[in-house]
């Protein structure tokens, strides 16, 4: 038997380094060639990494959150044969440990990113004080200040279930609480441990330091470096949508049976793909370090999409040359991959301008940051039925806003403002969206 020694390949985009997002195998797994091994996150997607041979996994390279570096080992495997000479092993560099995320005290609020985390079920103050007389047993707490080790899964599995991984006993690798592990404590019939004394107005006094790290890290990396290096202004405008609003639903009772449903996005998108024609100020992606402003004819136009991993923006490529459902239907396959993270990296990358919708959440207004390299983000706030004012009599029309932030290094405020009420015009009069 010889020890084989797995190192990272170069998964393309010119990285020296990847972050371990989630190991596929544990210590002691038995695998298969072509098994997957483990996820790596590139600034763009998460890949995942398979075994080139079959073999036992005598050890794995890191954690998730650290940065392993291109060529440098990530598993050993135990396979038939003389393996990989072991110099190869000792030589190569370890991976790095991601910076932990610091613990806020009383006085001091959370980042931000880590308060965008998913919800994890808070520890009563009763029980962050208890000790543990068996740690294997059901029901009994862990120690103070000790964490449940858990991948996102299986807490927010549990989040839905009301447990709470305190008192949920793990049998991973160094106790790491498993979905098996979820299974066994439901079928025993298991609760976690009430506190009479507990009430709703009782004081919350734990605190759960979460480590900022995979595609959360690289959202918050994301959008520190836009709000850094791009001066953004926001213009925010009404639109009359009632007119739209009535094409959309008789397309909708005409064809939705044959050619689906179509929502407020695929006008949208037509109406931008019109405009930059006359302002192709806003269809820019523009290169600060070399100085360099690219003008786009194509208008690939990024829709942000809320995944449970956290917000990815897939890309519709030529968005000018697409009729209204061929939009619709391309927006639904990328949205449908991005949240089951089968989005292909170049499906995440490449947009010129950026469309960002919290649908009926969309409030009154927003302020959306730019998606670098771009220069234009348009938000869609929800639509709502207000009385307005029409020829002197008051009338009931469906309004919705739209909050759009520019790069004022490469756009102006009055070219904004032009753009925008090109888009409002041809939004407001649904004819005009198809007159070139």
């Known amino acids: 038997m010889g020890r084989f020694v797995f190192k990272l390949p170069d998964i393309g985009e010119g990285i020296a380094e990847s972050e371990i997002a989630q190991w596929r ?33 005598l050890e794995l390279r890191g954690k998730e959150g650290d940065m392993a570096p291109v060529g ?18 000792l030589a190569a560099p370890a991976p790095k440990m991601a910076a932990p995320a610091p613990v806020p005290s009383a006085a001091t609020p959370a980042p931000a990113a880590v308060a965008e985390q998913e919800p994890l079920k808070a520890v009563p103050a009763s029980v962050a004080t208890a000790t543990v007389v068996n740690p294997s047993a059901p029901g009994v707490p862990r120690a103070a200040g000790e964490k449940p080790l858990a991948s996102p899964a299986v807490r927010k599995r549990a989040h839905d279930l009301g447990i709470a991984l305190q008192y949920v006993p793990g049998s991973g690798p160094a106790g790491q609480i498993t979905h098996a592990d979820l299974d066994g ?20 006094t734990s605190v759960e330091p979460i480590k900022v790290i995979g595609m959360r890290r690289k959202i918050a990396e994301a959008m520190q470096r836009s709000k850094q290096r791009i001066p953004h202004f926001a213009y925010v405008e009404e639109v009359d949508v009632t007119e739209l609003e009535n094409l959309r639903n008789k397309l909708n009772a005409d064809y939705g049976k044959e050619r689906g449903k179509l929502t407020l996005l695929p006008f949208l998108v037509r109406a931008l793909a019109n405009a930059i024609v006359r302002y192709p100020q806003v269809n820019v992606t523009f290169d600060d370090e070399a100085g360099i402003a690219y003008r786009h004819a194509a208008l690939h136009i990024g829709i942000a999409t ?32 991005a949240r089951e993270g089968k989005a292909k990296r170049e499906e995440l990358s490449g947009s010129t301008m950026t469309i960002t919708s919290l649908g009926a959440l969309g409030g009154i207004v927003t302020t959306p940051v730019i998606n670098a390299p771009e220069v234009a983000i348009v938000g869609v706030n929800k639509m709502v039925e207000r009385p307005m004012v029409r020829a002197g009599h008051v009338v009931i029309r469906t309004m919705m806003n739209l909050s759009s932030c520019f790069d004022h290094r490469m756009v102006d405020g009055y070219n904004a403002a032009e753009f925008i009420q090109d888009v409002r015009g041809q939004l407001e009069h649904p004819a005009t969206l198809f007159v070139a």
């Open 25 to 57: 195998v544990k210590v002691g797994d038995v695998i298969a060639e072509d098994q997957p091994l483990v996820d790596m996150l590139t600034d763009k997607a998460a890949v995942e990494i398979y075994s080139p041979v079959s073999g036992k996994i």
């Open 72 to 89: 440098g080992p990530l598993v050993i495997i135990e396979v038939e044969g003389e393996g990989t000479p072991e110099a190869d092993v």
């Open 185 to 204: 404590f439901i079928a025993r019939g298991t609760a976690p441990v009430a506190n009479p004394a507990s009430s709703a107005l009782a004081p919350r």
């Open 306 to 337: 809320q995944t449970p991993n956290g917000l990815v923006v897939p890309v519709v490529r030529h968005a000018e040359a697409m009729d209204l459902w061929q939009c619709s239907a391309e927006i639904r396959r990328l949205a449908t991959a």
